[in-house]
């Protein structure tokens, strides 16, 4: 099973940006998909962005325009650059990635926006 680490999260004002990285123990040429989903409490976790195999991009309506999906094939990571943030995209965000035989989570990593 691959291992996920996030980080970049943290506590940042309305409008700020904040840049989430996931690098991945192996190789990321051999994922389908690699995406970042979220959580906030009392509510299902959901796709916020992902990226597949062949570069194309998926992003969810509430963040198209403020967030950007990437990969860093160098680093084994896929980042989430986040701008223009509102207190609703308070959760905690999730880094994902798909593999023929299974899916792989990260810990994941708090991301609080608040005056």
């Known amino acids: 099973q691959v291992q996920l680490v996030e980080s970049g999260g943290g506590k940042v004002q309305p409008g700020g940006s904040l840049r989430l990285s996931c690098v991945a123990s192996?190789?990321?040429?051999?994922?389908?998909?690699m995406a970042w989903y979220r959580q906030a409490p009392g509510e299902q976790r959901e796709l916020v962005a992902g990226?597949?195999?062949?570069?194309?991009?998926k992003y969810a309506d509430s963040v198209k325009g403020r967030f950007t999906i990437s990969r860093n094939r160098g680093q084994n990571a896929v980042n989430l650059q986040m701008n223009t943030l509102k207190p609703e995209d308070t959760a905690t965000y999730y880094c994902?990635?798909?593999?023929?035989?299974?899916?792989?989570w990260g810990q994941g990593i708090q991301v609080t926006v608040s005056a």
């Open positions: 994902k990635t798909v593999e023929p035989w299974g899916d792989s």
């Open positions: 990226i597949y195999s062949g570069g194309a991009t």
């Open positions: 192996k190789s990321i040429f051999s994922f389908q998909a």
